[in-house]
């Protein structure tokens, strides 16, 4: 074999392994592009690009699928921050018709215990400690004047029971006293019939 012949040889194989070769790289980066994140892709490309001088020689085939990739990814993260955002709205909405409900909830109760601790007293809404404050207010009255009555009530008796005892004794006083008086005006009575007796037989002598 003539020397042209063993380069034409060479020439192929070295074109055939870099044919090859390039369909493995080709194949490689088409897997990590289909497979990894943005920023692998980005890196994966970037690393197998080729050099020239300080650029880099990105196959459009590559920039063209990062492109659609990179878009797909923005569409996606745009999508899901849309409705993430629908999710905080309604979830804000939830949060003041919850803050509402409360408001007017706490509203209530502080009505139910004012109502609880207040108490009508003859038509006026007093609070629980100002309607102890009356109700003892009017016990210690009452029982003041019960107090009273029932000292003025025993010394009345008392005055009563002292009357009648008096009235009692002038009554036996009285009672001995008419005795006495009757006696001795029976005894003038006699006396004085037998005057009379005695003045009859003197007459009749």
């Known amino acids: 074999m003539k020397l042209p012949q063993y380069l034409l040889v060479f020439i192929l194989l070295l074109s055939f392994f870099e044919t090859t070769y390039a369909q493995e790289e080709n194949a490689t980066v088409a897997d990590a592009l289909r497979q990894e994140k943005i920023e692998g892709q980005f890196d994966m490309v970037i690393k ?9 020689v ?3 085939v590559w920039l063209n699928k990062l492109k ?3 878009i797909d990814t923005l569409k996606t993260l745009e999508s899901k921050l849309n409705t993430t955002n629908l999710k905080i709205d309604e979830q804000k909405s939830t949060i003041t018709g919850l803050e509402e409900s409360l408001a007017k909830t706490n509203g209530d109760l502080a009505a139910v215990t004012k109502e609880k601790d ?12 100002s309607y102890k404050t009356i109700m003892w207010v009017i016990i210690g009255v009452l029982i003041a004047l019960l107090s009273f009555f029932i000292y003025k009530f025993k010394n009345s ?3 009563t029971l002292q009357a009648k005892k008096a009235l009692a004794e002038t009554e036996a006083e009285f009672e001995d006293h008419r005795r006495r008086a009757l006696e001795r005006e029976q005894k003038v009575m006699r006396k004085l019939q037998d005057e009379i007796n005695k003045q009859r037989k003197a007459g009749a002598k």
Do not use: C, P
């Open 58 to 60: 990105v196959k459009l």
């Open 157 to 159: 008796n008392t005055i």
């Open 118 to 129: 207040s108490i009508n007293f003859f038509g006026a809404a007093l609070t629980k400690s």
């Open 48 to 56: 197998k690009s080729g050099k020239f001088q300080e650029y880099k």
């Open 68 to 70: 659609s990739n990179t």
